[in-house]
């Protein structure tokens, strides 16, 4: 079992997260909390702080919330 402790940029159910990523292009998005990134709270302390300066998708981040999270991962072997 493994267990995710942390923050996650939150907006109607749904995470912030790179939806694609295969080596040429990066798409960020809401997605899934299940497949979306953990961050520390340490560090992450604005939905803003997911991204980079000045980057296109800070206006959308604000429209969401870090909320605490945890995501307990099981594997069964059948």
């Not at 939150?10 to 497949?35: F, R």
């Amino acid at each position: 079992m493994k267990i995710e402790k942390g923050v996650m940029v939150m907006k109607d159910g749904l995470a912030w997260g790179c939806k694609i990523a295969d080596g040429q292009i990066t798409v960020n998005g809401w997605m899934k909390p299940e497949d979306a990134p953990i961050h520390n709270p340490k560090f992450c302390l604005d939905p803003t702080y997911v991204t980079y300066k000045n980057s296109p998708d800070i206006e959308e981040l604000l429209t969401g919330k870090l909320v605490a999270v945890e995501r307990t991962t099981t594997v069964r072997l059948v």
